[in-house]
T-cell receptor
């Protein structure tokens, strides 16, 4: 099993550009989520999904869109990048129970100029 | 505003010393998880504590969940350089709420 994979590892954008961060998991997990990590802030939930076709907002959803057309994939779209979106982004997946182990991807480092 | 407060923010100790990291909240959680994150990688789950007053041991790491299920601690005995990393606590109420983390450095 590859676990949770994320692409790209690094990305530099100019303000106003759009892009999609890819996330895939091969563990047949229903629950997937996106976090951003900033210094001194821990991990903050952006969006999450409890299954294909179902998504919901987390703590900091503004400026981001998600979709879940398959169980395996959960892409995160930045509609119009802003310098405030410079961060490290982590995708995670787990089984349905809230006490299940959550597996994180290696992260995508995004710099918006 | 962080739902979970971790202290201290930074901790630097000598190899062989003991350390304790604290995680406190005003909210009750159904369970609490501890993760360790190394530079350039995603967090990795260390333990989940579920019952108020529960104590779990993982080799030299001891995790405790408060009786009221609002706080937790992580104690490392005889720390080693391999224990260096960012330690994060997360409260589970279906979604995870993370603390800001404690950066632990163990000097050889």
């Amino acid at each position: 099993n590859a676990g949770v994979t994320q692409t790209p590892k690094f990305q530099v954008l100019k303000t106003g550009q759009s892009m999609t961060l890819q996330c895939a998991q091969d563990m047949n997990h229903e629950y997937m989520s996106w976090y951003r990590q900033d210094p001194g802030m821990g991990l903050r939930l952006i969006h999450y999904s409890v299954g294909a076709g179902i998504t919901d907002q987390g703590e900091v959803p503004n400026g981001y869109n998600v979709s879940r057309s398959t169980t395996e994939d959960f892409p995160l779209r930045l509609l119009s990048a802003a310098p405030s979106q410079t961060s490290v982004y982590f995708c995670a997946s787990r089984g349905q129970g809230s006490q299940e182990t959550q597996y994180f991807g290696p992260g995508t480092r995004l710099l918006v100029l | 505003t962080q739902l979970l407060e971790q202290s201290p923010q930074f901790l630097s100790i000598q190899e062989g010393e003991n350390l304790t990291v604290y995680c406190n909240s005003s909210s009750v959680f159904s369970s609490l998880q501890w993760y360790r994150q190394e530079p350039g990688e995603g967090p990795v789950l260390l333990v989940t504590v579920v019952t108020g007053g529960e104590v779990k041991k993982l080799k030299r790491l001891t995790f405790q969940f408060g009786d009221a299920r609002k706080d937790s601690s992580l104690h490392i005995t005889a720390a080693q350089p391999g224990d260096t990393g960012l330690y994060l606590c997360a409260g589970t109420d279906y979604k995870l709420s993370f603390g800001a983390g404690t950066t632990v450095t163990v000097r050889a």
